[in-house]
């Protein structure tokens, strides 16, 4: 499959089966998420897989919906602010921005193997911060719940290129 047919077939996944997720599967999207490029090679990520239950339960407590409690397991990516670049012309910590193009990695790899996913940012990151006892430089930026789906693509909605991009 080509990338362009990957993308536009990769949903946010919000119904999952109950099967747990293979070590190889896990293992692939950690490796593809380690591939990421990030400013300055900074690679600032910090990725804990949740399987345990007690863990997910406490993930459950930072993001109360229904839906997000299927999930088999979770990968809450998180940002090491002692490690990522910063501009020096304003300070402008790309933390958050390396963090993203990781997660998306994960994300086209989770749908490549057969998975699905969803980008959860609404969450209470402090009390997840709290729960998993992260030092204060170890930022939670995105929890992504994976699991075989359970559920289909829905029409995606989609801007024209014409209202996007701007010819100069």
Same mark, same amino acid.
């Given at each position: 499959m080509k990338l362009l047919e990957r @993308? %536009? $077939?990769r949903y946010s996944v919000r119904s999952f089966l109950p $099967? %747990? #997720? *293979? /070590? *190889?599967k896990i293992d692939y999207l950690l490796e593809c998420a380690r591939w990421a490029p990030s400013a300055v090679n900074a690679q600032p990520w910090h @990725? @804990? #897989? #949740?399987q345990q239950e007690k863990n997910k339960r406490a993930l459950h407590q930072c993001y109360q919906r229904e839906w997000f409690k299927q999930a088999p397991m979770y990968m809450l990516v998180c940002g090491n602010h002692q490690e990522s =670049? /910063?501009?020096k012309y &304003?300070?402008?910590?790309h933390?958050? @921005?390396d963090i993203a193009i990781a997660v998306e990695h994960i994300a086209l790899a989770v749908q490549e193997v057969g998975l699905g996913t969803c980008w959860v940012c609404n969450f209470d990151a402090v009390l997840c911060a709290e729960l998993f006892e992260l030092p204060n430089h170890i930022e939670p930026i995105v929890i992504l719940p994976i699991g075989y789906p359970n &559920?289909?693509?829905n029409e995606k909605k989609r801007k024209s290129i014409q209202d996007i991009v *701007? =010819? /100069?």
């Open positions: @993308i %536009q $077939t $099967t %747990q #997720v *293979e /070590k *190889e @990725i @804990i #897989v #949740v =670049w /910063k501009r &304003d300070n402008n910590d933390c958050s @921005i &559920d289909s693509l *701007e =010819w /100069k």
